[in-house]
Structures are given as structure tokens and as C-alpha cells.
């Protein structure tokens, strides 16, 4: 049954490439066109079917059955350069001779990914709702693997999370409670090339010696568990107020991680866990005339989740603010967030609780995983096709960050990244 699950879910992933980047770390803004066009606003206003994975207590805004499908076609535009010169004979680690320089900068190839999405709510009677559900929801990756990106080392990263879900509301006087439990799938593969001047710098040995590259990777790893979602709402007048949480769900990639910090000399790493962290939030919403002003706040947990605490991720506290002008036959919309990078620049002496030096932590999270954009606007849209069907746009876009750390030989490691992605959505009611 697991197998064939995992089947499934691959070929829904067939439909896009095979990375995905995300904007809050490593989680997208929004889950549907309409949250996504309000900059992922959706905790305290209701977005119809698609509530189902942002706040499943406001599916009760389905008139009776509901049905949204559609995907985001997000295009990330990362690049890197790294400083590996190797010439320590100016009383480095490694004494002469010099082994030359493997500095480069490069476009990571990871630039365009398919994100699918799915959503069903029904009304089973004035005080049960019911919906299913299919969800990209997040997902990192780059894309170096041209052999003259030597200062890349050739990485090629790559995570993934899809997820089921099945929303059961319960509503009575304005109040709602929900439930979603959630089957999620994950894979991640992580592999680069450590040249053989590297391998001789990591581990100060036999200097003189000419190498080949050194590959570094297990191969694609993948994983089933179980999460769940709960989600709360009251409705008074013209005023939503609603507040979820996200359970932490701890997922197992066997060999990807220990593997790939073995290759920077970390002989007792066998952590293989990232788990997808919890999250907190509340959010609130006023409807005057045709108009709709939202606000949320979450947290994303991730320095409690198993994998990303190790490379010193921090928690995130995500705002965000959205605006819709709604009529019969159309809507506008627009939103703003922001969130704090959770990867920052580390410079502590020896190594951290897991082995890790800080010039790996950098290296990994800068040039594998560059979770670093903060800000994010957005615009959307909805006409009306017919008085079932109707169709959501929604455009949004994250201004380019620069960062510089220094990396595993204490050189300047540089990543620039922005974002851009298209969302699309068809909606039939019935």
C-alpha cells in the first residue's frame, strides 16, 4: 500500500521539475491562487476550497460543493559565487604547493518548477463540512552540476513535500473547528563533487597528491508520515478572526544528510531526519462594501525541527497583509509579506552539538539551501467564466537578497536570490 502511495504521488510530482524553491524558508506563502494573489494571507479569510490546508475551519464558505485545481509554475533565480583558493602556503592548514584556484560563479539551473494543487469542500448539512485535498506545499533546491562550476562543487540539491489531506469542519453560532489530517510525501537527494585538492585541504593529508573529483550523495531518498492540522474561527459581523496549528512532522531521508557531511569530514553525523516544522498562527479580516482587508501572523518553527536545527536554522515570524475588491462577476486582489531569513551567517569557534564546523553550516545552507529572501509582493485576480465556474490568477514576486558568508576554508561564499512565480486556478461550484 506505502509503494503504491509513493507511486501516486510521483506521478502528480511528474507534472513540473524536479526542484522546488519556497519563500518563507522552505514553505511556500500561500496554498491556492486566491491566498497567493493576498501574499498568503488566508488565516482569517476565507478562500473557498482552498482554505482547506491554510485554515481548514473557513471551508464553511462553500455554499454546497466546491472544487479548485490548478498549480503555481515558480521560477527562482539563484546564483553563487565561492572563494576556493587553495593556496595555503601563506601559513594555511595545508602547506605548499599551491593547489591553485577553484573560484567560480554560476547560475543555478533550478529555475523553473510545476507545483500542483487540488481542493475539494462540501457542505454535508448547516453544521458539518467536508473536503480532500492535494498539495505542493514546499520544497528548496539548486541546480550547479556543469563541470566548470567548480566553486559550486557541482551541487545539485533537491527537496520536495507533497500533502493529503482530509478537512472536517464543525460550526454552530459563528464558531468553527477543524481538523485536517495530513499524509505527507518528501524526497531529498543532495550530492556534489569534493575535488581532490578539497579533499586534501579538508583533511590535511598527502598535499602533493593529484585526485579525481570525489562524489558525494546516496541518491534520491524518500518518505510517508502522518501530521495534522487544526484550524479555529468566529465570525461576528463583517469581522473573521481564525488562528491554526501545524503539527511537526518528522521526516526520515536515509543516508542523504550523514552522507553528504561526511564528504566536508564529519565522521559522527547519523542524523538523517528534516522534518517539516510546526507552525502557529492567527489572522483577522473586515469586509466593508466589496471590500476585504486581512491580516496574518505566523510562526514556522524551525528551530525545533529535526535536520534544520543542526544547521542552525532560526524560527520565523511571518506577517502578512492582503487586500481584495470583490464584485459579482470579478475581483482584484493585492498583498504584502515579509519574514526574516531563518539562515544567517554563523562564527562560532570549534564545532556545534552535532559535529558541525560553522563554515560547513554556511556552506550548506548558502549554496545548498539559500532559504534567504524576506520580502514578497503580490498581486491577483478572479473572473467569473459562469455562475459555476470561475477562474483565479495571481502574481508574486520577491525582490533579490545578497548575502555573504564565509565558508568550510574561511573564504567569502556570496549567494544572490529572487523570486517569481504564476499562479493559476479553476474553480467549479456546484
Known sequence: MKKTIKLAVVAALALGTTSAFATNGAALIGMGAEARGMAGTGIGI???????????????????????????????????SNSLNLDFSQGGTVPAPNYGDLTSSADSAADMSMIPEVSLATKINNNFYVGIGMWGTGGMGVDYREPENTGQMSMVTNLQLMQFGVPLAFTTNGFTVAVTPILQYGSLDINYQMDGALVDAMYQQNPGTTQRPVTVGSGVAQDLKFGYNIGLAYEVGAITLGAIYKSQIDMEYNYVLSNAVQGFGVQNYTNNKLSTPAELGVGASYTFGGNAIAIDYKQIKWSDAEGYKDFEWDDQNVVSVGYEYRTKGWALRAGYNYATSPISEQTYAGTNSVGLTAGTVNTFNLLGFPGIVETHYAIGGTYALSEQTSLDLAFTYAPEVTETYKNFLGQDITTKHSQTGASAQLNFNF
Open 46 to 80: 476565507a478562500h473557498g476550497a482552498e482554505s482547506a490546508l491554510t485554515n481548514p475551519a473557513l471551508i464553511t464558505s462553500v455554499e454546497k460543493t466546491e472544487i479548485s485545481f490548478g498549480g503555481t509554475l515558480f521560477m527562482p533565480d539563484v546564483s553563487n
